[in-house]
Antibody
Framework: EVQLLESGGDLVQPGGSLRLSCAAS????????MSWVRQAPGKGLEWVSA????????FYADSVKGRFTISRDDSKNTLYLQMNNLRAEDTAVYYC?????????????WGQGTLVTVSS | DIQMTQSPSTLSASVGDRVTITCRAS??????LAWYQQKPGKAPKLLIF???TLESGVPSRFSGSGSGTEFTLTISSLQPDDFAIYYC????????FGQGTKVEIK
């Protein structure tokens, strides 16, 4: 069974940093692209970042480009999101999601999410 | 960037109703569209991919159609478990979600 388990969410002050992790199991992690998607309280889904499988080309939404860095450690089956210079508008539940192919494809499944709150 | 627009934003319906949600893309995305269902406090769940292919295990009352810029998700006979928020997603160029359609009890 494919499982994705996010961690690292916390309360952080504006301008601060945080690193999210997503531990994957149940599939050959290195073969699949992975993404981060966020959902602000009471709002819709926003794709944040993706990284391709085996090679790791990163992609970013304009709203986080230059502040967030996606990476993966295929030896640990883990996806990361380093978030710097955080803003109040970054407050959201962050989901990791498995792509169904090596690069662009739909997402299935999703993790349960981890909450990031940016506030002073 | 490709924008995705769903309509309506909220839909009030009764059990047994046929329900249709529309998703429009700002430019052609061929059939590179997925639909997800999200319930409160839960992660989104995949329903349909490639515009019309039903994900394994998803009830057959769900169906998807369309190509190019206009797509629909239809629930043929609404069940109590179907009251949720539905999102379309394009994956033709990067990834973009529609703003969501809440299906609520009438």
């Amino acid at each position: 069974e494919v499982q994705l388990l996010e961690s690292g969410g916390d309360l952080v002050q504006p301008g601060g940093s945080l690193r999210l992790s997503c531990a994957a199991s149940g599939f050959t992690f290195s073969l699949y692209a992975m993404s981060w998607v966020r959902q602000a309280p009471g709002k819709g889904l926003e794709w944040v970042s993706a990284i391709s499988g085996s090679g790791g080309s990163p992609f970013y939404a304009d709203s986080v480009k230059g502040r967030f860095t996606i990476s993966r450690d295929d030896s640990k089956n883990t996806l990361y999101l380093q978030m710097n210079n955080l803003r109040a508008e970054d407050t959201a539940v962050y989901y990791c999601a498995k792509s169904t192919g090596p690069v662009t494809n739909w997402f299935d499944p999703w993790g349960q999410g981890t909450l990031v709150t940016v506030s002073s | 960037d490709i924008q995705m627009t769903q309509s309506p934003s909220t839909l009030s319906a009764s059990v047994g109703d046929r329900v249709t949600i529309t998703c429009r893309a700002s430019q052609s995305i061929s059939s590179w569209l997925a639909w997800y269902q999200q319930k409160p406090g839960k992660a989104p769940k995949l329903l349909i991919f490639k515009a019309s292919t039903l994900e394994s295990g998803v009830p057959s009352r769900f169906s998807g159609s369309g190509s190019g810029t206009e797509f629909t998700l239809t629930i043929s006979s609404l069940q109590p478990d179907d009251f949720a928020i539905y999102y379309c997603q394009q994956y033709n160029t990067y990834w973009t979600f529609g703003q969501g359609t809440k299906v609520e009890i009438k």
